[in-house]
């Protein structure tokens, strides 16, 4: 089996196994906020690796999706898994209307753009402190397992659920249309695809997939505050994707569980722990350095090659490729001849 | 080695040990760290715990333990949900038998949850917003572990503000010959500070006081210029601030910079700390604010207290130093119930009447503590010439005078 | 009112348009976005703190220094860590916000997180139009002026300049042309930090000095530069001014919504851009194949 099916394999294995081996519950904390966050960044993978529509803003989602549950569950008083479920319609609403406004942005201006989204809503938000809770937010409420086992569990199979889903949804036809979109919209306009359709489509999708994170996230932390809103989660979603290698999906997902324990761990120590995101920065900018198409796509090239007649991939130790058989390597030339496409 | 006498050695080594380790009492001491608040937190539990141990530490149930201090730096100015895996990790990982501390109030809303999970005691060092006690009293058994030293809630510090503006006021009067003072609010537009400008709107009248109107700048807000001009052309005698962002540092520069007629007293966090003076680069003269310490014999502690925390630390404490009186206490009551289990000590900590180095400390239902002169109100300071100077309530040892700009 | 807002917008405009400019000059050369300029900023406020308070050297001294150093330092991280990765967009980007982080967290590592002030060269303040302005504001004010007429000359009266337009243009042809695009966008680094240094160090003795104050002028700038257009010069000033005016109007107007005026200008640059996608002055980008 492919190394990386086989890693993926004993990945999801892991993350379900989990509270079995280490049933801590600060272990299972942090894990399951890995969880959420993991699939926020496979959420926003999707946007801006597969769509080109890269998103500084991707926190109005996560917010929505966290602010709207709560106040629906604390006022209104829907039950719990509807609430999360409308979170995420409500998200998803928010997604179509920034999709829509951002229709003709391209590059740059799409990116900066988006940021602003976020800030507004938080004016917006504190401009009604009556509704919104201002600046502490709302809180109070019971998450939506009463163990933290039971907890962990939610969090770890909506991640499943929706990273594979969102996988699964980018490396279909609709996905490849996307990456249309992302390389030349033009041409994608002149055969015939209708861009604006996909484009509000992809955002309605990611931004529900990220409101739904943040829903489970309120959930989790008993309340939803200004700071699911913050632009550093926006930038930390944009690290995390670009860290863990743009249009993979399993890249970020990488990336966050690489990066958030690693940062967590590191804040546990009160000799240094006040530098933990010094550090984060600094071992970030090394990676980069190294590995400038992130982390995945450069492990991936270590322990996979592509065959060069069908394309398919294969491990890197094999001879002849396992679906058409011709020789991975050409005798005699270094196999990094061959250009990753 | 011969055999025999490796055993020997292993059977002394392994009781030895036990002889030597006694039990400690585990305080967890949460807060950010990297901040001045966290340092203050940390600061003043370092004096308690030294204080204690030396005098023999903590009688358990008749066995004396030691203190040992855990510092857990939560990062909650920059990170809420690091803030609950700090408190997480406090209780479950570094098995504190108490957590005391805290800051940011919408992190401390979140760690509060995470120590109410675990049924730890929680004492709050640092966040003033009400909803914290107001979960003591709308699920008691779930929240009674929380009881919040300092600072006092909103509504126990609009009563002092409300106290000293009167004091200032008179003093207006006096002075100035004006009867009706006119006041200008500046507070942030935040949650905490509504109560206390609708309160303000409400009772200054009441007081002989006219308000001449209410600005409401970000805290982060980086240019009050407007916001003076507004308040000078409307005449105002004193600007009521309600302000715990950078925002307090500007008011106080641009107030002396422009030589405003008007005195700042209110509620402004900044200007209770050392470097506020350097902040505003030495304009911030008259400046008033609420404080919690300073030389003033508030009660028989705090005069010594400040004075050896300034001998230590080479600045004076902040209301997060508190935590020292976060810490005595738990040694008052774990000596009284004779065990560390949190149940039992609740209706201790509910019933205690505690002299602290800030207040004399004795909690409400909601867990706060109790409002009263000559209990706990807090103190006024103002800036003077590069130093505040405690000036209210004038009654205690040690207060100062207050100075109106425009009189030498 | 009026002169209020007027003198207002226009002090705080120009100190904007100062910082948008240099932004905005290095993405039209070199297409980066540059997270991490309004940190350079704050590291010149710092240098700033640390040469006339901490050395006792003297105002000018200081303020050149500060821009000396910070400028040097900025082409160090511009040869170590962008050229390297600069054919990878996303990964510019990203460190572009690393390096603002790690020059954020040093800062509070060495100065902690309190507020720092620094004290006005010149004290004492001018009446204009009725209102009283501090000297130290106005001096912002004739700073970014001049800055804005330096940089004027520079590209349209030399041939470095020359040189810079010609590469905002267009890369490639710059490129075949002969000119040294790599040297050019190295001085175009130069030259867009040189500019927020010389905001940092005019603008903070007016401000607080603190680790995150590079945050909020962040938000402001890029709505500035993608209002006013990116790449060009002249649409970063206008937009300065529009967003300078929109917050000055929102806070004298609105004394209960002061508050908002962050969002106020962040709904103004969404606006413009819903009408023209390029922003005011900005060109249409041929999609580079």
């Known amino acids: 089996m492919l190394p990386s099916r086989t890693l993926a394999l004993a990945w999801v294995a892991a993350v379900l196994l989990l509270p079995v081996a280490l049933p801590d519950p600060y272990v299972l904390r942090v894990a399951a906020m890995t969880c959420i966050f993991a699939a926020f960044a496979a959420s926003w993978d999707l946007l801006a690796g597969y769509a080109g529509q890269v998103n500084f803003g991707h926190a109005l989602f996560f917010g929505a999706g966290a602010y709207s549950s709560a106040l629906l569950t604390l006022r209104l008083g829907f039950p719990p898994w509807v609430a999360v479920a409308t979170g995420a319609l409500i998200s998803s609403a928010a997604g179509l209307t920034v999709g829509y406004l951002c229709l003709r942005l391209r590059g740059s201006y799409l990116s900066l753009a988006t940021l602003a989204f976020p800030l507004i809503l938080i004016g917006v938000l504190f401009a009604f402190p009556d509704f919104s809770g201002g600046e502490l937010g709302v809180s109070g409420l019971t998450p939506l397992a009463s163990s933290r086992i039971g907890n962990y569990y939610i969090a770890a199979l909506a991640m499943l659920a929706l990273v594979f889903g969102t996988w699964a949804f980018a490396d279909s036809r609709f996905g490849l249309i996307l990456h249309a979109i992302r390389d030349d919209e033009l041409a994608a306009r002149a055969s015939g695809i209708d861009t604006v359709r996909y484009k509000l489509i992809v955002f309605g999708i990611s931004a529900a997939a990220a409101g739904i994170t943040g829903a489970l996230y309120a959930y989790f932390m008993r309340g939803a505050g200004p700071s699911t809103l913050e632009t550093a989660l926006s930038f930390q979603v944009v690290i995390w994707g670009v860290f863990g290698g743009l249009a993979t999906i399993y890249g970020p997902v990488t990336a966050v569980f690489v990066l958030y324990p690693l940062t967590e761990w590191l804040g546990s120590f009160s000799a240094f722990g006040e530098l933990r995101l010094l550090i984060f920065a600094v071992i970030v900018l090394l990676v980069l350095l190294f590995m400038p198409r992130g982390l995945t796509p450069w492990v991936r090239d270590r322990i996979e090659t592509r065959c060069p007649r069908c394309k398919q991939q294969n491990s890197a130790w094999r001879q002849g490729c396992r679906v058409c058989g011709v020789a991975l390597r050409a005798a005699g030339t270094h196999e990094s001849a061959h250009p990753h496409l | ?408 | 009112m009026f002169q209020d807002i007027l003198v207002t917008g226009l002090v705080n405009g120009s100190a904007y348009a100062l910082l948008a400019i240099g932004f905005s000059l290095v993405f039209g050369v070199a297409r980066i976005v540059n997270i991490a300029h309004t940190a350079f900023y704050m590291l010149a406020a710092y240098a700033l703190y640390a040469l006339l308070i901490g050395g006792g050297v003297g105002p000018l001294l200081s303020g050149l220094l500060a821009v000396g150093s910070v400028t040097l330092f900025s082409l160090i991280c511009y040869r170590l860590v962008i050229e390297p990765v600069r054919q990878h967009e996303a990964a510019v980007l990203i460190a572009t916000i690393a390096l603002a982080l790690i020059f954020q967290e040093t800062v509070l590592r060495i100065y902690g997180g309190n507020y720092l002030g620094i004290p006005s060269v010149i004290d004492g303040s001018v009446s204009l139009l009725g209102i009283a302005v501090p000297w130290q504001r106005l001096v912002i004010l004739l700073i970014a002026a001049g800055m804005l007429a330096a940089i004027w000359v520079l590209l349209y009266r030399t041939r470095l300049g020359l040189a810079i337009r010609a590469t905002a243009n267009d890369l490639e042809v710059a490129n075949l042309m002969g000119m040294d695009v790599n040297r050019v966008a190295m001085l175009t680094v130069a030259i867009s930090v040189g500019l927020a240094s010389i905001a940092g160090v005019a603008v903070a003795p007016v401000f607080v000095v603190d680790p995150f104050m590079w945050l909020a002028p962040l938000v402001t700038v890029l709505s500035i530069v993608v209002l006013g257009g990116l790449g060009s010069i002249q649409g970063s000033v206008i937009g300065a001014l529009v967003i300078g005016y929109v917050e000055a109007i929102t806070v004298f107007a609105l004394p209960q919504g002061a508050f908002l005026k962050g969002a106020v200008a962040l709904s103004m640059m969404v606006i413009v851009l819903l009408v023209r996608p390029e922003g005011l002055f900005g060109v249409a980008f041929e999609e580079e194949r």
């Open chain 2, 1 to 408: 080695m011969p055999r025999p006498l490796i055993l020997a050695a292993a059977a002394i080594l392994s009781v030895a040990p036990a002889g030597i380790a006694q039990e400690k009492v585990k305080i967890a001491v949460i807060g950010p760290m990297a901040f001045a608040q966290g340092e203050n937190a940390w600061a003043g539990a370092e004096m308690a715990r030294d204080d204690i141990n030396k005098a023999g530490g903590i009688s358990v149930g008749g066995k004396k333990r030691m203190i040992e201090l855990v510092r857990i730096d939560s990062n909650e100015i920059q990170s809420v949900p690091d803030a609950t895996n700090a408190m997480e990790r406090a209780i479950t990982r570094e098995k504190a038998d108490f957590v005391i501390g805290g800051f940011r109030s919408e992190a401390v809303l979140a760690m509060q949850e995470v120590a109410m999970d675990n049924k730890k005691l929680f004492l709050g060092c640092g966040a003033a917003d009400a909803k914290l006690g107001a979960n003591v009293e709308k699920d008691y058994n779930r929240y009674k572990y929380w009881f919040r030293i300092a600072p006092l809630n909103s509504p126990g510090l609009g009563r002092t503000l409300f106290a000293v503006l009167g004091a200032i006021a008179g003093q207006i009067r006096a002075d100035l010959k004006k009867e009706t003072p006119k006041v200008a609010i500046l507070a942030e537009k935040v949650i905490w500070t509504e109560a206390i400008v609708k309160a303000a709107q409400a009772n200054l009248p009441k007081m002989k006081m006219e308000v001449v109107g209410t600005w409401q700048p970000s805290p982060t807000a980086t240019d009050v210029t407007a916001e003076l001009a507004a308040i000078d052309r409307a005449g105002a005698d004193m600007v009521f601030t309600v302000l715990s962002g950078p925002v307090g540092i500007v008011v106080g520069r641009q107030m002396g910079e422009r030589k405003t007629r008007a005195v700042a007293f209110g509620i402004n966090v900044e200007a209770q700390k050392e470097g506020f003076w350097q902040a505003t680069a030495g304009k911030g003269n008259y400046v008033a604010t609420l404080d919690t310490y300073a030389e003033v014999e508030m009660t028989p502690k705090m005069i010594p207290f400040v004075k050896a925390f300034k001998a230590r630390f080479g600045k004076l404490p902040t209301y997060n130093a508190g935590t020292y009186d976060a810490v005595d206490l738990i040694k008052v009551a774990v000596e009284k119930a004779g065990t560390l289990d949190a149940d039992k000590l609740v209706p201790i900590l509910e019933q205690e009447k505690y002299v602290g180095t800030g207040a004399y400390l004795e909690f409400d239902k909601t867990h706060d503590p109790v409002w009263g002169i000559g209990k706990d109100t807090g103190i006024a300071v103002q800036w003077q010439n590069g130093k505040k100077v405690p000036f209210w309530p004038p009654d205690v040892k040690g207060m100062g005078k207050f100075g109106l700009p425009g009189e030498s």
